[in-house]
């Protein structure tokens, strides 16, 4: 099966002998015993298990874990490395990650955060006691490109696992798996859910090794798993994934365009553009470059703000993915102690009518100046 044949039927999983076509939700915490029945909804769940198949399928893994959000996703994998392992992470992260890493994991994990766009320096920051590469790529919010098959490649000389962030991409656009990455990671929350309505997270694996063994221990007794609802509303947002990935790309793309050429616009970061420095990768490791893009408005923190509020379809709200456009001062929502620059406007690109939301771009601007 081809992407968009998965993304409509592989997560569905119907035993009912009375063949409803769309799988009912099983609100049940637990089942009748008998030979081969599930046992517990915390550790295995009809919708649940939809959700995982149909995201393994889509990223050509082995395996798949659900959580009840991406940062419990990615808190599985922390939770799995021994006490004192060295991580290299990018120092362009996802801000509630890095958080993660630098205070929930403060006295468990050494961390070092690099430019993952230039694979050199990785090789120079390994330690003897390196044990986990995350990769986050396209990165959030500076849509930096990183290399997976180069970094994975560097990894794996020192027997290293790689994590790859891929959220941006979706399994639509990019594969890590394909590209050398040993599992894969989404925010669920972001354009998999797609109608900004569902927070969570999940992990595919290329192989059922020892980490992972590990990880799926920690999603069934750690627990902190999604709920059948969120599982079944996510596996209806994936039937539509492939075609709403189109439809951002198409209007990002657009938008980019009109705000590179824009004389209020410093800067656009959108890999789609070939003024991007990671462009030729992107291009290389991705099938589309995804609806998410920021730039740097020329002017304070406060005259960013003003424009933000001057517009009328794009919502100024933190998250992205969502078939609405949302708009948002990053450094305002990072707060103190945030690297991004305050003049830095983080987009979101909705499924709205192009040319609506670049003539509200434009009268935005005109009230600006
Ligand atoms: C939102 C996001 C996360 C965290 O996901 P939640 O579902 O909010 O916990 C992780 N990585 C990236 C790139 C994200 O955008």
């Known amino acids: 099966m081809k992407t968009e044949t998965l993304a409509i039927h592989a997560g569905n999983q119907i035993t009912d002998s009375r063949k409803p076509v769309i799988q009912p939700i099983t609100l049940s915490t637990t089942f009748m015993h008998h030979e081969g029945s599930m046992v517990y909804s915390r550790l295995e769940n009809p919708n649940r298990e939809s959700l995982e198949k149909v ?18 996703a990615g808190m599985a994998v922390f939770q799995a490395l021994p ?5 290299i992470a990018p120092n362009d992260m996802y801000h509630g990650l890095r958080r993660l890493l630098t205070e929930v994991f403060k006295d468990k994990l050494s961390v070092d955060f690099v430019d993952l766009t230039q694979p050199e320096t990785v090789e120079k920051s390994l330690k003897p006691h390196t044990g986990l590469l995350w990769i986050e790529t396209p990165s959030n919010p500076l849509l930096q490109i990183s290399d997976i098959r180069a970094l994975s490649d560097i990894a794996h000389k020192k027997n290293i696992p790689v994590v790859c962030d891929s959220t941006f991409a979706t399994p639509i656009f990019q594969n890590p798996l394909a590209w050398g990455a040993d599992m894969v990671m989404h925010s669920n929350t972001k354009f998999i859910g797609g109608h900004s309505d569902v927070i969570g997270g999940i992990l595919v694996t290329k192989t059922e090794n020892k980490i992972w ?11 902190a798993v999604p709920s059948p609802f969120d599982c079944y509303l996510l596996v209806r947002s994936i039937k539509t994934l492939p075609y709403r990935m189109k439809g ?12 590179e050429s824009h004389p209020r616009i410093d800067e ?16 290389m490791q991705m099938s589309g470059f995804g609806g998410v893009l920021s730039f740097l408005f020329k002017g304070s923190a406060d005259k960013t703000d003003q424009f933000i509020a001057n517009l009328q ?16 001062r990053r450094a305002k929502v990072e707060g103190p102690g945030s690297k991004t ?18 003539s509200d771009m434009e009268s935005a601007f005109e009230k600006i100046s």
């Not at 006490?83 to 991580?87: D, E, R, S």
């Not at 951002?248 to 705000?259: D, I, M, P, V, Y």
């Not at 379809?313 to 948002?328: D, K, M, R």
Request: glycine share 12%; no cysteine.
């Open 55 to 72: 995201m393994a399928s889509l990223e050509t893994g082995a395996d798949a874990a659900a959580f009840s959000s991406g940062n419990a």
């Open 83 to 87: 006490v004192g392992t060295h991580v």
């Open 213 to 223: 063994e590990k990880i799926k221990t920690i999603q069934s007794i750690g627990g």
């Open 248 to 259: 951002h790309e198409e209007n990002a793309t657009r938008l980019a365009g009109f705000l």
């Open 268 to 283: 656009v970061y959108y890999p789609g553009l070939p003024s991007n420095p990671g462009h030729r990768t992107a291009k």
């Open 313 to 328: 379809y794009f919502t100024n709200a933190t998250s992205l993915g969502g078939v609405e456009s949302l708009i948002e």
């Open 341 to 358: 620059l305050p003049n830095l406007i983080r987009l979101s690109v909705g499924l709205e009518n192009i040319e609506d939301l670049i």
